[in-house]
């Protein structure tokens, strides 16, 4: 499964200009160091796994930010495709090699 995410903290932050970056860092540690594939970019973060430790990293990267807000907003989507693993950058190959090839013209 590929789960992208996107947490964030709001509500009493620290920064003026309402930027969310340092609790994003403190989220992305965590995925970072689950050891699990992943990837993020400037609005989500992706994590391919299994279910269960898939959502334990998405949980604890919620709870990294918490002390960054009184609130938390978290959104998910997930792709759950039984018996396939490398899809985190097996369907970007598949997407690229469709663009240089000209399919779907």
Request: net charge negative; hydrophobic share 40%; no cysteine.
């Given at each position: 499964m590929i789960v992208a995410f996107s947490v964030a903290p709001s509500g009493t932050g620290s920064n003026?200009?309402?930027?969310?970056?340092?609790?994003?860092?403190?989220?992305?540690?965590?995925?970072r160091d689950s050891g699990l594939p992943n990837r993020t970019s400037s609005m989500f973060t992706?994590?391919?796994?299994?279910?269960?430790?898939?959502?334990?990293?998405?949980?604890?990267?919620?709870?990294?930010?918490?002390?960054f807000g009184s609130r938390i907003s978290l959104v998910i989507k997930a792709d759950i495709?039984?018996?396939?693993?490398?899809?985190?950058d097996g369907k970007l190959?598949?997407?690229?090699?469709?663009?240089?090839?000209?399919e779907g013209q």
């Open positions: 003026p200009d309402g930027s969310v970056h340092d609790a994003v860092a403190e989220a992305v540690k965590v995925v992706e994590i391919e796994g299994e279910w269960d430790e898939v959502f334990d990293v998405v949980k604890r990267a919620t709870e990294a930010v918490a002390p495709r039984p018996g396939h693993q490398g899809e985190i190959q598949r997407l690229e090699r469709a663009i240089a090839s000209g």
